[in-house]
């Protein structure tokens, strides 16, 4: 149980294109989604809470009109990575917590799309 | 804002040894603390996890202590295994909404 799929694993595109990454929970439904963004050999760095129905909340520094997330159901949040620039290669990591949790319920991670703008 | 420091950066052991990573936590409104398993191009595996109102977890060769008072929190991998070569991090609970705060990893090398 508690399966975090992600989609695409991998995708190059040109600079200034939009990039859409997809983030489902499979036998669980979430009613609240992350997303990381982690450079190479660095740590995971929180972009953004995605709550079901409601606004994402994001972090300090991190663009929402760049970075567009919808959580449009409790299985599905997307990403999307709007003209995109080569400085926005990077490893891009969501995760899920179950639905009718209290505090501190485990994150599950999805696999990670690995973006390269060229 | 909440800062999670991580220790040591890298940590080089022999097949059998011990292992120990530690982290420390600013906030102590934190109340949840798990330690993830990256492997390299890989997602990250929740390996244990510990809340603030127990002092020690222990899952097979795997173990967590809690000092809430001091804000830190450790790793400890026992009989270690090459297998267990991978980049560990802790992370800390903040926030509502139970977002996490990761520590900067440790690389775990286990050499046969």
């Known amino acids: 149980g508690a399966v975090v799929s992600q989609h695409p694993s991998w995708v190059i595109c040109k600079s200034g294109t939009s990039v859409k990454i997809e983030c489902r929970s499979l036998?669980?439904?979430?009613?609240?989604m992350f997303w990381y963004r982690q450079f190479p050999k660095q740590s995971l760095m929180l972009m953004a809470t995605?709550?079901?129905?409601?606004?994402?909340?994001?972090e300090q520094g991190v663009e929402k009109d760049k970075f567009l997330i919808n959580h449009a159901s409790l299985t599905l949040s997307t990403l999307t990575v709007t003209s995109a620039h080569p400085e926005d290669s990077s490893f891009y990591i969501c995760?899920?917590?179950?639905?009718?949790?209290?505090?501190?319920?485990?994150?599950?991670f999805g696999p990670g799309t690995r973006l390269l703008v060229l | 804002g909440e800062n999670v420091e991580q220790h040591p950066s890298t940590l080089s052991v022999q097949e059998g040894d011990s292992a120990v990573i530690k982290c420390t936590y600013s906030?102590?409104?934190?109340?949840?603390f798990p330690w993830y398993k990256q492997e390299l191009g890989k997602r990250p595996q929740l390996i244990i996890d510990?809340?603030?109102?127990?002092g020690e977890k222990k899952d097979q060769r795997i173990a967590v202590t809690l000092n809430k008072t001091a804000k830190h929190f450790s790793l400890h991998i026992t009989e270690t295994q090459p297998e267990d070569s991978a980049v560990y991090f802790c992370a800390a609970s903040i926030g509502g909404f139970q977002k996490l705060v990761f520590g900067t990893g440790t690389r775990l090398l286990v050499s046969p």
């Open positions: 995760s899920a917590r179950e639905l009718g949790g209290g505090a501190g319920e485990t994150q599950y």
């Open positions: 036998d669980f439904q979430a009613t609240t």
């Open positions: 995605s709550n079901e129905g409601s606004k994402a909340t994001y």
């Open positions: 906030d102590s409104a934190s109340n949840y």
């Open positions: 510990i809340r603030s109102n127990v």
